[in-house]
């Protein structure tokens, strides 16, 4: 059954950001991973619990291989590129 990874980001510097969009889409593509959304306009219909600032979704084959791909040596040294110029939430979810 798929598996979306979620992460709404708000992007504090533009030109590093680039940077890691560039790096980490082949290695979560290694995974199965396949983008749904990347950024685009968000018609935010309620906001009681969450507004969104910039949402991206991957879909993976499974909660597993969305797991492998977050927690892989090659996704390691790419992370803090977003981590450190990036708020983000960022959830698996199983599409059960």
Do not use: H, Q
């Not at 598996?3 to 709404?8: E, H, P, S, Y």
């Not at 590093?16 to 991973?33: D, H, N, Q, R, T």
């Amino acid at each position: 059954m798929s598996a979306f990874l979620i992460v709404d980001t708000k992007i504090k510097d533009p030109s590093v950001y680039e940077e890691y969009k560039k790096l980490a889409k082949p290695i979560a593509e290694k995974y199965g991973g396949v983008y749904r959304a990347r950024g685009g306009a968000i018609d935010l219909v309620e906001d009681t619990l969450w507004a969104p600032t910039r949402v991206v979704i991957i879909e993976f084959p499974d909660t597993k291989s969305a797991r492998a791909f977050i927690d892989s040596k090659e996704y390691a040294p790419v992370k803090p590129l977003r981590t450190e110029n990036a708020d983000c939430t960022l959830f698996i979810l199983d599409a059960d």
